[in-house]
């Protein structure tokens, strides 16, 4: 089974730090992805990449950066924390060549800004 | 640019009731069309939709697809409490790798 790993469920900053969301993957997917989800709004992309080193703004990039220094790691960065980004923030992965476009997910990690 | 819309927001029904979700879109380069249940963690997949009017059924749970009037409906049948969930709508398109996501319709099932 594809297990997509988010390694903390639930966080709690102040306005102005730095947080890192990390996302792990064992399946050896090329494409992983980053979306926020709000009550009414759904999920909604931040970014993604498909490939190690490279990524994709997606539809809301705004306040965020993300990292993929190795394949089966995909890391969201907040520069500075704002409580606007108070929100669901759910890891996806996905194999290139999958014509379906099933997405596994990770548990999520729930963020609040002070 | 690519929407996806799903109706209701949310509704609340008793055990055995039967309810249908709606989810329309508008895209570009329709390719699939995906329904996923949210509890109280990750998205998990019970759906992947491509062509018109061929019925995907997995127990309680059925969904169609029509690509001429743009939408598909998820029909679960003899509710039970363990269907209360999030249930949400994605549609992936050839433009691009990626999926966009309805809103979602939360469904809350009292016994």
């Known amino acids: 089974d594809v297990k997509v790993t988010q390694s903390s469920r639930y966080l709690v900053k102040r306005t102005g730090e730095k947080v890192f969301l990390e996302c792990v993957q064992d399946m050896d997917h090329e494409n992983m992805f980053w979306y926020r989800q709000d009550p009414g709004l759904g999920l909604r992309l931040i970014y993604f990449s498909y490939d190690v080193k490279m990524k994709e703004k997606g539809d809301i990039p705004e306040g965020y950066s993300v990292s993929r220094e190795k394949k089966e790691r995909f890391s969201l960065i907040l520069e500075s924390a704002s409580t606007n980004q108070t929100s669901m923030y759910l890891c996806?992965?996905?194999?290139?060549?999958?014509?379906?476009?099933?997405?596994?997910f990770g548990e999520g990690s729930r963020l609040t800004v002070l | 640019e690519d929407k996806v819309v799903q109706s209701p927001l949310s509704l609340v029904v008793h055990e055995g009731d039967t309810v249908t979700l709606n989810c329309s879109y508008e895209v570009t380069n329709f390719r699939s069309l995906l329904w996923y249940k949210q509890e109280k963690k990750a998205p998990t997949f019970l759906f992947m939709l491509t062509s018109s009017g061929i019925e995907k059924k997995s127990g309680r749970l059925s969904s169609i697809l029509d690509k001429k009037e743009l939408f598909s409906i998820l029909n679960i049948t003899a509710t039970q409490t363990g269907d209360s969930a999030i249930y949400l709508c994605?549609?992936?398109?050839?433009?691009?790798?990626?999926?966009?996501f309805g809103a979602g319709t939360i469904l809350r099932v009292k016994s």
């Open positions: 996806a992965s996905k194999d290139r060549s999958e014509k379906t476009g099933e997405l596994f």
């Open positions: 994605a549609v992936l398109t050839w433009s691009g790798n990626k999926l966009v």
